[in-house]
């Protein structure tokens, strides 16, 4: 469908149509939630939480029969953690993270601490220079050592086992049961590939390491037991797909893997170990495992799917996990339920009850009485009768390809004729929107705008080939599905020609400036919020960080130089003829600000009206609640005066 002939007409009725009377109260989407993740210890006596501060998470114990908090364990400056468990009735052992940006999963440090429930023996069990002398004496001290826990042995109340990595004299990797009070280890496995990561059985033993050299083919091998020589029995570079192990049944001889297929999402495969023998278990029509189910023994039974919501398969449905979670499915209908945690004799569990307009409440589940309660909400504040509906979409590209997103509209919308705001998914490659509650598309909504993302091509969660089909097409395929989305949405009525704003993050931000320049006459304004604006640029700085970055870089972006600046937006400035706004920040180290700057003047210089907010000392997403509140407070200024929604209050 095409534009109106007169755009400047066009963007004047729209603007009188829908006047910015009402306003949006940024406080509920800039507050953070009151806890992130809980786990029960085994005796039920005590929950375990993750708390979100202004500028950092911590961990903290809370005693279950009055909630008074017992214990917390808390790093520096911008800490995160990682993961937490329970090893056994009373310690936990944490593992600690970096949050390097807003938009980002926070990165794990490698370092460990341990701490008893009432809060004593408290310790750190690893740390990157930290010279231990329980381990081995061949070990070069100076190097910087990450270890992360693969097992917390349930059948043992004092050690875990832990892969270690060392990133300078010995860059092998190799796994150590540790002690979780004295943090003296020993060398239990040493990897055959760089970069592992390890599966145990159910005795904990080390049965296969997983990792790839700086060519990042991936290699899974595997061994009967230890001591055993490891044998290679996938390597990606013959296969052409990545396996994955993912655990054992209890018989400790049927293991389960995740394999990716020649065509369509992956498949969860039992291997008979003893004879080699594979049969499908579990897998679905169109998209990947999203995660792993295990029983309280620790072996998996199923798979979560992302799919219109996120649902469960069991390898058997009538297993008695299988039963339970239907019965919950029952008790909270249109919502997604996971366990999340069970006491040692599974008599109690924690299960998160969450949708796409909830952030999610914690029930204590009592598996005799049939009786759930709750106990903590992550934002109460938010009220899913109040908030934004999200539902799942479908379409087929120029080229057939199918794709998949999500369209959310406003509360009481009929979802037609509305200000579209496309919102691209940063990452690219392996990342992809889900189903759930977002704050920053429940507050687009809040404003008027319906809001459209898609799953282009090079997506996760959709097989290998979708993955693959993104490679070297920044700019180019990948685009293109963006443009089809938003077409999509004019011709399914959601939107109308001259209404439709463009507006992402870090690649996000870099497919809404290729989108302005690509499909000039489609888009109303477009948003980069520290985004990647030159891809030679971006390409060599992954290539200065690491080998296998820049194998990474060139297999998955390019190596073509004149492809690549044409496929820059500061390169093809000129062909953007509508407003933009950029943010960024200084301390950005994965789109650095120079993309932004370099984007905003090579606008300029073809003058196209543009506008920036910059923060010296902010990073790749604005940290500060004050940065924060100014950047949606422009953005949603800058989107109400070119597509007329509401501003915020």
């Known amino acids: 469908m095409k534009h109106s002939k007169d755009p400047i007409v066009g963007l004047a ?58 214990a917390r364990v808390s790093g520096p400056q911008k800490s995160d953690i990682a993961d937490f468990h329970w090893v056994n009735d009373q310690r936990i052992v944490v593992s600690m993270a970096e949050r390097l940006s807003t938009l980002e999963s926070p990165v794990p440090t490698g370092e460990l601490h341990a ?12 740390s990157h220079y930290e010279r231990d002398t329980g381990i081995s004496a061949t070990q070069t001290f100076g190097d910087f050592y990450a270890g992360f826990l693969e097992d917390d042995l349930p059948a043992e109340d004092d050690s875990v086992l832990i892969s270690v990595q060392a990133f300078t004299a010995d860059p092998t990797t190799r796994i150590d049961r540790m002690h979780v009070v004295t943090g003296r280890r020993v060398t239990v496995a040493t990897a055959p590939v760089r970069r592992a990561r390890f599966t145990t059985d159910g005795h904990g033993e080390v049965r296969f390491a997983r990792g790839a050299g700086s060519d990042n083919v991936s ?15 996938n390597d990606e570079a013959t296969s052409h797909r990545v396996e994955l192990a993912l655990g054992f049944a209890p018989d400790n001889r049927t293991a389960y893997l995740q394999v990716e297929q020649s065509q369509g999402p992956d498949a969860i495969v039992a291997l008979d170990t003893a004879t080699g023998q594979r049969s499908d278990v579990l897998r679905d029509a169109v998209v990947d495992p999203h995660s792993i189910i295990h029983d309280a023994a620790g072996s998996p039974v199923g798979a979560t799917y992302m799919k219109e919501r996120l649902v469960s398969r069991y390898f058997d449905e009538t297993s008695p996990p299988a039963r339970a979670q239907r019965m919950l499915e029952k008790a909270f209908p249109g919502m997604s339920v996971r366990v999340v945690s069970s006491t040692r004799d599974s008599r109690l569990s924690l299960i998160l009850v969450a949708s796409d307009r909830s952030p999610g409440d914690f029930y204590l589940f009592d598996n005799t009485t049939r009786e759930a309660s709750l106990v903590f ?33 406003p509360p009481g919308s009929d979802g037609k004729r509305l200000p579209l705001v496309v919102l691209p998914h940063g990452g690219p490659f392996g990342f992809y929107d889900e189903w759930g509650f977002d704050r920053d598309t429940q507050m687009l909504a809040a404003a008027g705008y319906a ?19 993104g490679a ?13 989305a938003t077409r999509w949405a004019v011709e399914q009525g959601v939107t109308e020609a001259g209404r439709i704003c463009i507006y992402g993050a870090s690649y996000g931000g870099y497919a809404a400036l290729m989108g302005a320049a690509k499909e000039p006459d489609l888009y109303r304004c477009a948003v980069g919020y520290v985004g990647v604006y030159d891809l030679q640029m971006r390409r060599d700085d992954l290539g200065d960080s690491a080998r296998w970055l820049g194998t990474f870089a060139n297999e ?19 062909r953007i003829k509508v407003p933009v706004f950029l943010a960024a920040g200084g301390k950005d180290s994965t789109a650095p600000i120079a993309h932004s700057q370099k984007m905003e003047k090579a606008l300029r210089a073809a003058g196209t009206p543009v506008e920036t907010l910059y923060f010296p000392t902010e990073g790749h997403g604005f940290h500060t609640e004050e940065h924060q509140r100014e950047y949606y407070t422009r953005l949603l200024e800058f989107l109400s005066r070119h597509l007329g929604g509401q501003k915020a209050g």
């Open 13 to 70: 009725l729209v603007a009188l149509a829908l006047p910015a009377i009402a306003q949006v109260d940024l406080t509920p989407y800039l507050k953070k939630d009151v806890y992130g993740d809980i786990k029960i210890s085994p005796t039920g006596e005590y929950y375990a939480v993750t708390v979100p501060t202004a500028d950092r998470t911590m961990l903290a114990v809370i005693r279950r029969s009055d909630k008074a908090f017992t």
């Open 115 to 126: 701490i008893n429930a009432d809060g004593k023996l408290a310790r750190t069990l690893m």
């Open 219 to 233: 290699k899974l091998y595997y061994r009967d037991a230890r001591g055993a020589d490891w044998r290679l029995i």
């Open 377 to 409: 909400s992550r934002a109460d504040w938010f009220d899913p009768a109040q908030s934004a509906q999200v539902r799942p979409i479908a379409l087929t590209a120029r080229d057939g390809l199918p794709l998949h997103g999500y369209l959310t509209v």
């Open 451 to 469: 809001v459209l993302q898609i799953n282009y091509r090079g997506s996760g969660n959709y097989g290998r080939t979708f993955l693959h089909a």
């Open 472 to 484: 070297r097409e920044w700019g180019g395929a990948m685009q293109d599905d963006l443009t089809d």
């Open 556 to 574: 998955w972006m390019g190596d073509d130089d004149a492809t690549l600046a044409q496929r820059s937006p500061n390169r093809i400035a000129e």
